[in-house]
């Protein structure tokens, strides 16, 4: 199994970001072990536009599962489930935490965006 | 014949007033008139042209056939825009990010690409009397509109004056309009912003090599520094137009000033003898 969350930067310290297509750091963990496959800088963070769907691609070439994210707008949304990538929101505090609350099964499975297109901007405070 | 290029650093500083003044102020049956703002385009409010053409303009975006691809990912590679991304079994394509380069279907090893047209907006044309008029009208919520500039400026005909009214700022859609005209007359108003985007778009048209002249807007109010800057940089102001409650109320009413004030309509005239000179001036040097 094999778990990207959305980081401000490497490793399980770091603290989580609340945007899923420009959060500049993925941190690649295995939930079962605790594990740091690798912390991948996210090229798209800075991208015009199609960070989402550029995100999504990405996370699928590196074979991820599932992302644990804040929210996720309606293009990453649909690419992240044609790429069969699970999505689940909730996360707070450090990758730590948040993968903590991913195995005591506090997090949202969702189907769906939980925002509109380009909300994650305004995340950024 | 002159292609003459009416831009501006800052928006609403009189692009349309001076374009359609001009246009209307020289024998109609050489010029032609373009409005490139194609995002908001309303040099036909004052000119009220009777078109005789509309055709739709779209821009190349990329169909993949499934059958074919591989899912390689070298299209979303090459692509410069992010308008492609391929998740295992499936290719999305955001149209919207598209600029229509062709570098997909080009470079996809399994020539799985084939591009057809995605309609950007139209391109309208017709006369105003013996006054050839054209211009396009981006569809609402399209971001692309430089192809459609292009398409605009493709009507030009060689054998009459071109006078083109650009978009405003200083970005793609402004360099599209103005990159290969023969002079670039930047309308400008002597306050802060209008200084500041002046020196903008001064910067622009000489990064494109462009003649230069200035026309000052409401000359009368604001301050000097407008002038202190063209003095400084050797920009030659070719016309000042003080703020007259008059002109003011013509366009308000949607009426060009040339045709309800003949003092106007020479000093238009003279306006393009200086811009004539100027262009000429340069040439030589």
């Known amino acids: 199994m094999k778990l990207a969350v959305c980081a401000r930067g490497e490793g399980l310290g770091a603290q989580t970001d609340q945007r899923f297509g420009r959060c500049p750091y993925f941190v690649l963990v295995d939930p079962v072990s605790d594990e740091v496959f690798e912390s991948i800088r996210n090229e798209n963070a800075a991208a015009a536009g199609g960070a989402g769907p550029q995100s999504a691609q990405l996370l699928a070439n590196r074979g991820v599962d599932a992302v644990v994210t804040g929210n996720v707008g309606p293009k990453a949304a649909y690419a992240l489930k044609a790429a069969g990538v699970e999505i689940y929101t909730g996360i707070e505090g450090t990758v730590s935490n948040s993968l903590q609350k991913y195995k005591e099964g506090k997090l949202s499975l969702v189907s769906d965006a939980t925002v509109q297109a380009h909300s994650g901007m305004k995340n950024d405070k | ?285």
């Open chain 2, 1 to 285: 014949m002159l292609k003459l290029a009416i831009a501006s650093g800052k928006g609403g500083t009189g692009k349309t007033t001076v374009a359609v003044n001009l246009a209307l102020a020289l024998d109609q049956d050489n010029v032609e008139l373009l409005d490139c703002d194609v995002e908001e385009p309303n040099a036909h409010l004052f000119l009220k042209p009777e078109f005789q053409s509309c055709r739709e303009v779209g821009i190349p975006v990329p169909s993949v056939d499934l059958d074919l691809c591989n899912f390689c990912g070298r299209c979303s590679e090459v692509c410069a825009f992010n308008a492609l991304a391929v998740l295992n079994d499936q290719v999305m394509v955001l149209n919207e990010l598209c600029h229509g380069c062709g570098s997909c279907a080009y470079f996809c090893p399994e020539k799985a690409i084939t591009e057809y047209k995605r309609p950007i907006g139209v391109i309208e044309s017709g006369m105003v009397g013996k006054l050839k008029f054209g211009h396009g009208r981006l569809n609402p919520g399209e971001a692309m509109s430089p192809p459609l500039i292009d398409a605009v400026k493709k009507m030009s005909s060689s054998e009459r004056i071109t006078i083109i009214d650009a978009p405003p700022g200083t970005s793609c859609p402004v360099v599209t309009t103005v990159k290969d005209c023969d002079f670039c007359l930047l309308v400008t108003e002597p306050t802060p912003f209008g200084l500041n985007d002046l020196d903008l778009a001064y910067h622009m048209a000489s990064k494109l090599g462009l003649p230069v002249g200035v026309v000052i807007n409401r000359s009368d109010l604001g301050n000097d520094r407008v002038e202190e800057y063209c003095h400084n940089k050797g920009l030659p102001i070719l016309q000042k137009i003080p703020f007259d409650r008059e002109l003011a109320e013509l366009y308000a009413g949607g009426e060009p000033v040339v045709l309800h004030r003949p003092d106007w309509r020479s000093r238009f005239r003279e306006l393009f003898e200086r811009i004539v000179d100027r262009q000429e001036e340069v040439l030589r040097q």
